[in-house]
C-alpha cells in the first residue's frame, strides 16, 4: 500500500527558507516518478518539481527555479523540497505525489499525501 506523508510546513517570512519532507513506502523508486505540486486557495493545482524514475533527470517550474531544491535520501524513502527565498506567491498546500509524468512538469497523480501549508507573509 502506497503511504505518503508530508512534513515540514509553517509559516515563515518571505526571503526565508523552509524544508519540506515526504516519507514514501509501499513502492520501489524505479515504480513512479515522484515529487511535488501545490495549490493556492482559489488556483489550479500548480507542478512544482518532480524527478522522473528512469532518467532521474529533476524538473523545476519556473516560477521556483533556482529557489527550490529537490532530492531524495539515499534509500529513496523520504523525499524533500528545499525551499529557499520564499516570496507570498509560494504561499499554498504543498503536496507530495506519486504517478506518471505526461509532461515535464503535468503528473498524472496515482496517489498523494494529506498536503503541508506553507504560508509565506510578514
Known amino acids: 500500500q502506497v503511504q505518503l506523508v508530508e512534513s515540514g510546513g509553517g509559516l515563515v517570512q518571505p526571503g526565508g527558507s523552509l524544508r519540506l519532507s515526504c516519507a514514501a513506502s509501499?513502492?520501489?523508486?524505479?515504480?513512479?516518478?515522484i515529487g511535488w505540486f501545490r495549490q493556492a486557495p482559489g488556483k489550479e493545482r500548480e507542478g512544482v518539481s518532480y524527478?522522473?524514475?528512469?532518467?532521474?533527470?529533476?524538473y523545476y517550474a519556473d516560477s521556483v527555479k533556482g529557489r527550490f531544491t529537490l532530492s531524495r535520501d539515499n534509500a529513496k524513502t523520504t523525499m524533500y523540497l528545499q525551499m529557499n527565498n520564499l516570496k507570498p506567491e509560494d504561499t499554498a498546500v504543498y503536496y507530495c505525489?506519486?504517478?506518471?509524468?505526461?509532461?515535464?512538469?503535468?503528473?498524472?497523480?496515482?496517489?498523494r499525501g494529506k498536503g503541508t501549508l506553507v504560508t509565506v507573509s510578514s
Open positions: 524527478i522522473h524514475s528512469k532518467t532521474d533527470i529533476t
Open positions: 505525489a506519486v504517478g506518471v509524468l505526461a509532461s515535464t512538469l503535468t503528473l498524472r497523480v496515482d496517489y
Open positions: 509501499g513502492f520501489t523508486s524505479d515504480q513512479y516518478d
